[in-house]
């Protein structure tokens, strides 16, 4: 099976930064996107960036020039670099992967949209 593990969440005073990981475990052949979400207190998840396997990236406009993701496709590991933090982008933070193609009990498997257990960003003003 696959599980996603994020960790890099926490407090920060506004303009500050943070980056957050996320590892996708278990015998996996290939992930094609990996990307983050948020979502804050009663509002719905919402894209923050993704990227694919090949390099092509996606970015809510809001976050667009201060927040940067990244991929090491050989640990299937998703970073997000935070930068110039504001309170608006305090939300509970998610982890995806999609289209994963992995091993298990010697069969090849895929299996579409996982997603981490959440970490939180909290900006204060």
């Known amino acids: 099976q696959v599980q996603l593990v994020e960790s890099g969440g926490g407090l920060v005073q506004a303009g500050g930064s943070l980056t957050l990981s996320c590892a996708a475990s278990?015998?996996?052949?290939?992930?094609?996107?990996m990307g983050w979400y948020r979502q804050a207190p009663g509002k719905q998840r919402e894209l923050v960036a993704t990227?694919?396997?090949?390099?092509?990236?996606d970015y809510a406009d809001s976050v667009l020039g201060r927040f940067t993701i990244s991929r090491d496709n050989a640990r299937n590991t998703v970073y997000l670099l935070m930068n110039s933090l504001k309170p608006e982008d305090t939300a509970a933070y998610y982890c995806?992967?999609?289209?994963?193609?992995?091993?298990?009990?010697?069969?090849?498997?895929?299996?579409?949209?996982?997603w981490g257990q959440g970490t939180q960003v909290t900006v204060s003003s």
């Open positions: 995806n992967a999609d289209r994963i193609i992995y091993k298990d009990a010697g069969i090849f498997r895929n299996g579409n949209d996982y």
């Open positions: 278990g015998r996996i052949v290939s992930i094609n996107a």
């Open positions: 990227m694919t396997s090949g390099g092509s990236t």
